[in-house]
């Protein structure tokens, strides 16, 4: 899995209220309680970062499966809190889950480790910025530029920090940002940071780019005020062992080290991989790749990803969606994947300049249309009404989206622009976020993707665009040079333009591909 592109989610929020969760994808068995299971009584306290609640949750249901009788407790905080507790002896939890083998180092010289750690996972750090990319970062040699004054990043105490310094080392950038850096001991502050606009970029841990608080919650995305640029490469970082351990101190040492045990096993390795973690131990007969994925695509992309998994279970299609702009810069900033799927023929030229694709085919087409509330309450008829006074109106960011350009582009040829933009209070960086808000009332308007009206018929209704003035989007597919599993990656691009993806297409809300 250390090869896998781990690259995620961008501006894209709101992703649930408009989607829905997507299908759980299968895994692996996990065996059935015998009487030395059943035996085995009691309850463990297990402490968890708050943000992998929710691989833990997932983590915990397939233990208490395994051991019936026992009851599993967590107590959740931050990392660094926890690490401090254990280390001064403050807290004995049976085990503990850690992001990183640096935390557990402090709490083992205290003394106050019982038996070895376990890797149970590998974890990694990745770039953000604000919203938008406002300084135009694409690769760590551009944190080098005078007009990037501040980077965030957790002091070497802490895994995050100490292996993204690695990395900033090894890119042979440390001796010109050292100076830039702003450094914490609490690593849930680098996110704050940036929100505040107190930094140009900060390293955090992958993993937390999809962070639930929630106990067996889903994958989130990033909050939308921030975006993803990536993962930094391992072999600048190096791989980082998330490890776990009984404490010293444990009232149920016993049943700690069974939990353990469990960390390694198969179906537990999917609930970490499924949350952005690499697996501890890799499955040869498994091949994963990486999907770049416009955010107003994802009502259809969830479902054939699913649908091609059925067809090759050997096959993991990990999906990272954003809105197409902030995608195109992923890409740039990563220089990895296997799949590149944005919303417009415009993101795909521009990745065919740079040299990033193999091939492409169209999947469908978009088409714009406005999206109001059920009932159409200020009347809309048509795409004139907009620049009613009074309106709230909705459109996507053109630097981010898809939809921001097709719109632009039709209310400019409309000569409805700058009429319109005075009554625009709303600037999306993806569809799914304009859906969102005309969903619950936060705007009257919005342009928007067929596709996205189709998945809020209960709440919403589409007013047509006159036809005269766009031309459909098309949503191509491509395979990008840096995959490993060109065939694999073929494949599936053969599936989504075959007969039973053009289904699934159609079925989404999508206009059919033209070929």
Request: net charge positive; proline share 7%.
């Amino acid at each position: 899995m250390a090869k896998r592109l781990w690259m995620l989610l961008a501006v894209c929020t709101g992703l649930a209220g408009l989607t829905g969760c997507p299908k759980q994808q299968a895994q692996a068995p996990v065996p059935q309680p015998d009487q030395a299971h059943m035996a085995m009584q009691g309850e463990i306290t297990v402490f968890v970062p708050c943000g992998i609640a929710g691989p833990y949750g997932e983590t915990k249901k397939l233990f208490e499966q395994r051991y019936p009788n026992i009851k599993v407790k967590h107590e959740l905080a931050n990392i660094d809190v926890q690490a401090r507790l254990l280390a001064e002896g403050k807290a004995q939890p049976d085990v503990w889950l850690c992001l990183g083998d640096r935390e557990m180092e402090r709490v083992q010289q205290a003394g106050n480790v019982d038996g070895q750690p376990v890797t149970y996972a590998y974890n990694s750090v990745a770039m953000l910025v604000q919203k938008g990319n406002p300084r135009k970062i694409e690769s760590l040699q551009d944190l080098t530029r005078p007009e990037i004054k501040t980077i965030a990043l957790a002091t070497p105490e802490n895994s995050n920090g100490y292996y993204g310094e690695q990395a900033l080392r090894k890119s042979g950038v440390w001796d010109q940002v050292e100076k830039k850096l702003w450094r914490t001991a609490e690593p849930v502050k680098l996110k704050e940071q940036l929100l505040a606009g107190k930094a140009d970029a900060a390293m955090v841990y992958y993993p937390c780019t999809r962070e639930t608080h929630i106990v067996a919650g889903r994958p989130q995305e990033v909050p939308g005020k921030l975006q993803l640029l990536g993962k930094i490469p391992t072999e600048l970082s190096g791989p980082i062992p998330a490890q776990a351990a009984v404490i010293k101190g444990a009232k149920n040492p016993e049943a700690g080290r069974a939990f353990l045990a469990i960390l390694t096993e198969a179906a537990v390795q999917d609930a970490w991989e499924k949350f952005a973690f690499d697996r501890a131990v890799a499955d040869p007969n498994r091949i994963s790749m990486y999907m770049y994925c416009g955010a107003g695509i994802r009502p259809m992309m969830d479902p054939a990803v699913e649908a091609f998994r059925q067809i090759k279970p050997n096959v993991r299609i990990d999906v990272g969606y954003a809105g197409s702009g902030c995608l195109l810069g992923q890409l740039a900033f990563s220089r990895r994947g296997d799949l590149y799927v944005p919303g417009e023929d415009f993101y795909i030229n521009q990745a065919q300049k740079r040299g990033y694709l193999t091939e492409s085919k169209p999947v469908g087409c978009f088409e714009p249309v406005i999206l109001v509330q059920k009932g159409n309450p200020k009347g809309i008829k048509a795409l004139a009404d907009l620049t009613r006074s009074g309106l709230k109106i909705g459109l996507g960011e053109p630097g981010a989206c898809a939809v921001g350009v097709a719109a632009e582009r039709l209310l400019k040829k409309a000569n409805l622009h700058e009429a319109v933009l005075k009554n625009v209070i709303y600037r999306a960086g993806n569809v799914p976020e304009l859906g969102n808000a005309v969903k619950f009332g936060s705007i009257d308007a919005a342009i928007v993707w067929n596709l996205t009206a189709a998945q809020l018929t209960k709440d919403c209704e589409a007013v047509l665009i006159d036809r005269s003035l766009y031309e459909p989007a098309t949503v191509p597919v491509a395979v990008l040079k840096y995959t490993e599993h060109p065939a694999e990656a073929r494949a599936f691009v053969d599936f989504l333009t075959g007969p039973e993806g053009q289904k699934i297409v159609t079925a989404s809300g999508m206009t059919a591909a033209t070929k």
